[in-house]
């Protein structure tokens, strides 16, 4: 069974960083793309950055310029350094895998902004 285990979230004010982790009980290797999502009470799940096997990322413009994703084979980790943090991004943010098989989940983290 794989496990996405999130690090990461805080409190934090308008316009500060912070850097999430997502570390892998497996090779991130193994899978075809990973990213982030998010959900603010009341709100559906979005994603926020994915990154394929490749290193191809992709963003929405709400956090676009503001967010990156990366990830670390060697350490079977994939991070969100988040910038310039809005309000408005509070959330819970959640880290995906997906192989061929099967898509998996972490726990998630709580990410406060406050104004």
């Known amino acids: 069974q794989v496990q996405l285990v999130e690090s990461g979230g805080g409190w934090v004010q308008a316009g500060g960083s912070l850097r999430l982790s997502c570390t892998a009980s497996t090779s991130i290797s193994s899978f075809n793309a990973m990213g982030w999502y998010r959900q603010a009470p009341g709100k559906q799940r979005e994603s926020v950055a994915t990154?394929?096997?490749?290193?191809?990322?992709n963003y929405p413009d709400s956090v676009k310029g503001r967010f990156t994703i990366y990830r670390d084979n060697t350490k079977n980790t994939m991070y969100l350094q988040m910038n310039s943090l809005k309000p408005e991004d509070t959330a819970v943010y959640y880290c995906?895998?997906?192989?061929?098989?099967?898509?998996?989940w972490g726990q998630g983290t709580q990410v406060t902004v406050s104004s």
């Open positions: 990154i394929s096997s490749l290193g191809r990322t």
């Open positions: 995906n895998a997906a192989n061929m098989w099967n898509t998996y």
